[in-house]
Protein backbone atom coordinates (compact mmCIF):
# COMPACT_ATOMS: atom_id res chain seq x y z
CA UNK A 1 0.00 0.00 0.00
CA UNK A 2 1.60 3.34 -1.07
CA UNK A 3 2.05 5.45 2.01
CA UNK A 4 0.80 9.13 0.34
CA UNK A 5 0.48 12.36 2.61
CA UNK A 6 -2.06 14.62 1.16
CA UNK A 7 -2.50 18.41 3.07
CA UNK A 8 -5.43 20.02 3.13
CA UNK A 9 -7.33 22.42 5.26
CA UNK A 10 -8.35 20.95 8.93
CA UNK A 11 -11.78 21.26 8.87
CA UNK A 12 -11.64 19.31 5.13
CA UNK A 13 -9.80 16.32 6.68
CA UNK A 14 -12.89 14.58 7.94
CA UNK A 15 -14.11 15.06 4.31
CA UNK A 16 -11.21 13.62 2.56
CA UNK A 17 -11.12 10.54 5.15
CA UNK A 18 -14.89 9.63 4.41
CA UNK A 19 -14.55 10.00 0.44
CA UNK A 20 -11.44 8.04 0.46
CA UNK A 21 -12.69 5.31 2.19
CA UNK A 22 -15.41 5.13 0.19
CA UNK A 23 -13.43 4.46 -2.72
CA UNK A 24 -11.30 1.61 -1.23
CA UNK A 25 -8.69 3.76 -0.18
CA UNK A 26 -7.81 3.14 3.28
CA UNK A 27 -6.36 6.45 5.24
CA UNK A 28 -6.59 8.07 8.58
CA UNK A 29 -6.49 11.72 9.35
CA UNK A 30 -5.50 14.10 11.63
CA UNK A 31 -7.46 17.30 12.72
CA UNK A 32 -8.53 19.29 15.54
CA UNK A 33 -11.05 17.64 17.58
CA UNK A 34 -13.46 21.14 17.14
CA UNK A 35 -13.48 20.80 13.22
CA UNK A 36 -14.60 16.67 13.35
CA UNK A 37 -17.46 17.70 16.03
CA UNK A 38 -18.64 20.56 13.61
CA UNK A 39 -18.35 17.92 10.81
CA UNK A 40 -20.06 15.41 12.68
CA UNK A 41 -23.52 17.72 14.15
CA UNK A 42 -23.41 18.67 10.15
CA UNK A 43 -23.92 14.60 8.75
CA UNK A 44 -23.91 11.11 9.88
CA UNK A 45 -20.80 9.59 9.34
CA UNK A 46 -18.67 6.56 9.46
CA UNK A 47 -15.55 8.26 11.13
CA UNK A 48 -14.18 7.65 14.51
CA UNK A 49 -11.70 8.87 16.55
CA UNK A 50 -8.79 6.33 16.50
CA UNK A 51 -6.36 8.38 18.92
CA UNK A 52 -7.30 11.32 20.90
CA UNK A 53 -3.83 13.18 21.23
CA UNK A 54 -4.15 15.95 23.96
CA UNK A 55 -2.99 19.39 22.93
CA UNK A 56 -0.64 21.00 25.56
CA UNK A 57 0.32 24.59 25.19
CA UNK A 58 1.03 26.97 28.10
CA UNK A 59 1.15 29.69 25.58
CA UNK A 60 -2.64 29.14 25.21
CA UNK A 61 -5.09 30.93 27.30
CA UNK A 62 -6.76 27.17 28.34
CA UNK A 63 -3.75 25.29 27.29
CA UNK A 64 -5.33 24.22 24.02
CA UNK A 65 -7.69 26.22 21.29
CA UNK A 66 -11.39 26.49 22.94
CA UNK A 67 -14.57 27.79 21.60
CA UNK A 68 -15.82 30.52 23.69
CA UNK A 69 -18.73 33.06 23.95
CA UNK A 70 -17.19 36.11 24.04
CA UNK A 71 -18.45 39.47 25.32
CA UNK A 72 -18.68 41.77 27.99
CA UNK A 73 -22.07 41.27 29.83
CA UNK A 74 -24.12 37.63 29.90
CA UNK A 75 -25.49 36.53 27.45
CA UNK A 76 -29.63 38.23 26.66
CA UNK A 77 -32.52 37.35 24.27
CA UNK A 78 -32.48 39.17 21.46
CA UNK A 79 -28.88 40.77 21.33
CA UNK A 80 -26.67 40.30 17.75
CA UNK A 81 -24.05 37.67 17.65
CA UNK A 82 -20.79 37.18 15.58
CA UNK A 83 -20.56 33.63 14.57
CA UNK A 84 -17.31 32.11 13.13
CA UNK A 85 -19.27 30.44 10.29
CA UNK A 86 -16.57 27.18 11.00
CA UNK A 87 -18.62 26.60 13.73
CA UNK A 88 -21.90 27.32 12.75
CA UNK A 89 -23.16 23.75 13.87
CA UNK A 90 -21.74 24.04 17.37
CA UNK A 91 -22.98 27.25 17.90
CA UNK A 92 -26.56 26.23 16.94
CA UNK A 93 -26.57 23.19 19.62
CA UNK A 94 -25.01 25.72 22.24
CA UNK A 95 -27.21 28.55 21.63
CA UNK A 96 -30.75 25.87 21.09
CA UNK A 97 -33.55 27.97 21.13
CA UNK A 98 -31.96 31.08 22.40
CA UNK A 99 -33.61 34.62 20.55
CA UNK A 100 -30.62 36.34 18.88
CA UNK A 101 -30.00 38.28 15.84
CA UNK A 102 -26.95 36.02 14.19
CA UNK A 103 -24.27 36.68 11.81
CA UNK A 104 -22.13 34.40 10.46
CA UNK A 105 -18.15 35.51 9.41
CA UNK A 106 -15.21 33.62 7.73
CA UNK A 107 -13.26 35.73 10.32
CA UNK A 108 -13.14 39.57 11.75
CA UNK A 109 -15.45 38.20 14.58
CA UNK A 110 -13.82 40.55 16.90
CA UNK A 111 -13.84 43.44 14.44
CA UNK A 112 -18.15 42.74 14.46
CA UNK A 113 -18.06 43.51 17.91
CA UNK A 114 -15.68 46.07 17.89
CA UNK A 115 -17.86 47.89 15.75
CA UNK A 116 -20.68 47.84 17.51
CA UNK A 117 -22.07 45.23 14.62
CA UNK A 118 -22.57 42.61 17.43
CA UNK A 119 -22.97 42.07 21.31
CA UNK A 120 -21.23 38.57 21.34
CA UNK A 121 -18.87 36.54 19.47
CA UNK A 122 -18.54 32.93 18.77
CA UNK A 123 -15.03 32.03 18.19
CA UNK A 124 -12.26 29.96 18.88
CA UNK A 125 -9.85 31.27 21.22
CA UNK A 126 -6.24 30.58 21.21
CA UNK A 127 -4.04 32.44 23.22
CA UNK A 128 -6.61 35.45 24.05
CA UNK A 129 -4.93 38.15 22.62
CA UNK A 130 -7.31 39.11 19.84
CA UNK A 131 -10.16 38.90 21.54
CA UNK A 132 -9.09 41.27 24.76
CA UNK A 133 -7.30 44.09 22.21
CA UNK A 134 -11.04 43.69 21.22
CA UNK A 135 -12.32 44.19 24.49
CA UNK A 136 -14.11 41.05 24.88
CA UNK A 137 -13.96 38.51 27.62
CA UNK A 138 -14.79 35.26 27.53
CA UNK A 139 -18.37 34.54 29.02
CA UNK A 140 -18.60 30.79 28.77
CA UNK A 141 -16.18 27.72 27.43
CA UNK A 142 -18.12 26.10 24.97
CA UNK A 143 -15.72 23.20 23.57
CA UNK A 144 -12.07 22.29 24.21
CA UNK A 145 -10.33 21.07 21.29
CA UNK A 146 -7.64 18.81 21.42
CA UNK A 147 -5.80 16.75 18.25
CA UNK A 148 -7.62 13.40 16.94
CA UNK A 149 -6.94 10.85 14.89
CA UNK A 150 -9.59 9.89 12.57
CA UNK A 151 -10.92 6.76 10.72
CA UNK A 152 -13.36 5.36 9.20
CA UNK A 153 -15.37 2.87 11.34
CA UNK A 154 -14.85 -0.99 10.53
Known amino acids: MPNDKIVVRAEDVPFFVEE ?67 YTNIAKSYLKNKKLK ?23 VYSGKSAKKAGLEVIDKIFESNIVLLEVRK
Open 20 to 86: MSKNEKPCVGLTGEDLFKEFTLKKQTNLVIKQKIPWIDKNALFGKPTICLLGKTQLKENSTIAINSK
Open 102 to 124: KYYFSGCTETAFEKGIADFVIDI
